[in-house]
């Protein structure tokens, strides 16, 4: 199985910034990571696509946060960690995000951090 560690949400002011980090390991070498991606769900709200970055480095942003938020990856030997850089945050772009990674064996979620921007 893969699993995944969240980190860097927290409560910022309004045109601030935040980097969430999502650490994925498995206990298991015989599959392919596909994507890693960022979701988020706000209260009262379905949960929606924020960024997926895919194996080959294609990049999906959800309009709301073209140009704002930018995905990453580091998927050294032994390592495969996604990044969200979030810039200019806005009061809307508050809510839980997690992460996900979709491989050859099964689709996988982080347990969430909290977003906040408030002032």
């Known amino acids: 199985q893969v699993q995944l560690v969240e980190s860097g949400g927290g409560l910022v002011q309004p045109g601030g910034s935040l980097r969430l980090s999502c650490a994925a390991s498995?206990?298991?070498?015989?599959?392919?990571?596909?994507?890693m991606g960022w979701y988020r769900q706000a209260p009262g709200k379905q949960r929606e696509v924020v960024a997926i970055?895919?194996?080959?480095?294609?990049?999906?942003?959800a309009d709301s946060v073209k140009g704002r938020f930018t995905i990453s990856r580091d998927n050294a030997k032994n390592k495969n960690t996604a990044y969200l850089q979030m810039n200019s945050l806005k009061p809307e772009d508050t809510a839980v995000y997690y992460c996900?990674?979709?491989?050859?064996?099964?689709?996988?979620w982080g347990q969430g951090t909290q977003v906040t921007v408030s002032s």
């Open positions: 970055i895919s194996s080959g480095a294609l990049i999906t942003y």
């Open positions: 996900n990674v979709k491989t050859t064996v099964g689709n996988y």
């Open positions: 498995a206990s298991r070498s015989d599959f392919n990571y596909l994507a």
